[in-house]
């Protein structure tokens, strides 16, 4: 069993950074695919981003390219997202998964490990 955490969401400004980390239990999580995705309220649970066990291969959700970047620690069984020009339509809680694949992919069910999620509310 691995455990997921997400941690750094938090209530911003239009315009704001935030920067949401995902550790996970298990060393061997770092062999696998990591992904992130995000529900706000009244609407169902949307891709946002993912990477590959070794950083190589990334992919974003279109409504969020070229402001949030994702990255990983292996070392530390950690995954980033850096989110840059936070707008309101960004707010959601915002969760971690861990893929069952050294690859990620922006289907939900690829996915057999998730974190509680973390709330990033960004106000206009």
């Known amino acids: 069993q691995v455990q997921v955490e997400e941690s750094g969401g938090g209530l911003v400004l239009a315009g704001a950074s935030l920067r949401l980390s995902c550790a996970a239990s298990k060393r061997t999580a770092s062999n696998n695919g990591v992904g992130w995705f995000r529900q706000a309220p009244g609407k169902e649970r949307e891709f946002v981003s993912s990477?590959?066990?070794?950083?190589?291969?990334?992919d974003y959700a279109d409504a969020v390219k070229d402001r949030f970047s994702i990255s990983r620690d292996r070392t530390r069984n950690t995954v980033f997202l850096q989110m840059n020009s936070l707008k309101a339509d960004d707010t959601a809680v915002y969760y971690c998964?861990?893929?069952?694949?050294?690859?990620?992919?922006?289907?939900?069910?690829?996915?057999?490990?998730w974190g509680q999620g973390t709330q990033v509310t960004v106000s206009s």
């Open positions: 998964a861990v893929s069952r694949s050294a690859y990620a992919s922006r289907r939900a069910g690829e996915y057999n490990y």
């Open positions: 990477i590959s066990w070794n950083g190589g291969s990334t």
